[in-house]
């Protein structure tokens, strides 16, 4: 809802507006508790809108992630909800980095920085692209992130993790 309010209020002197929706999978995700550490399974999912010109964007994004604690000795609940709210700067060209045929390349890489819903700072490093059609932004986002915030969340501290997030591109047709 955010996101959409965001977007509804961009006024004409931004030439872009990007939308993603996206799913993260993450590789090292693991949780201290009691000063024990424990790997553990993540869902996450989100989604953001970039506007900007046709190089910088700036980031609007919220994420939602589902915590497993089913193997976390003694914590009391199968499961923690974390929302994180983030704010950042972006690359993301308007002209193909690279072209095959028909279909575009287009890197990204940016930071965004927020606030989980209990007030602790989170943080994210991100680079991949966006595999599009040469004239549409459109398309398919798969991006490397590392998410370094380590923080406690509900009695429970996040170790820093990285992982990959795919998800979809929706952006304005190109001239």
Sequence with gaps: MLLALIAANVNAQFKTRIYNIYSDIPFNHQIT???ITY??????????????????NTIAEY??????LSN????GKDKIYVHEFLVGLRFYAAKPTFMISRTALRFTVGCKGGWDIDLNPRSMFF???GITGVRNPSGILVEGFY???????QGFIIEPYYGIRLGF???P???
């Excluded at 790997?39 to 910088?56: D, R, Y």
């Excluded at 994420?63 to 497993?68: A, G, I, L």
């Excluded at 976390?72 to 914590?75: L, N, P």
Aim: charged share 10%.
């Design 169 to 171: 591109v929706l952006g």
């Design 147 to 153: 998410h370094q915030s380590k923080n406690g969340s």
């Design 39 to 56: 790997q553990t399974n993540e869902f996450c999912a989100g989604g953001n809108v970039c506007v900007g010109n046709k190089i910088l």
């Design 173 to 175: 047709t190109g001239e």
């Design 33 to 35: 508790y009691n000063n």
């Design 63 to 68: 994420n939602f992630h589902k915590v497993n």
């Design 72 to 75: 976390v000795a003694g914590a």
């Design 127 to 129: 680079a991949g692209f």
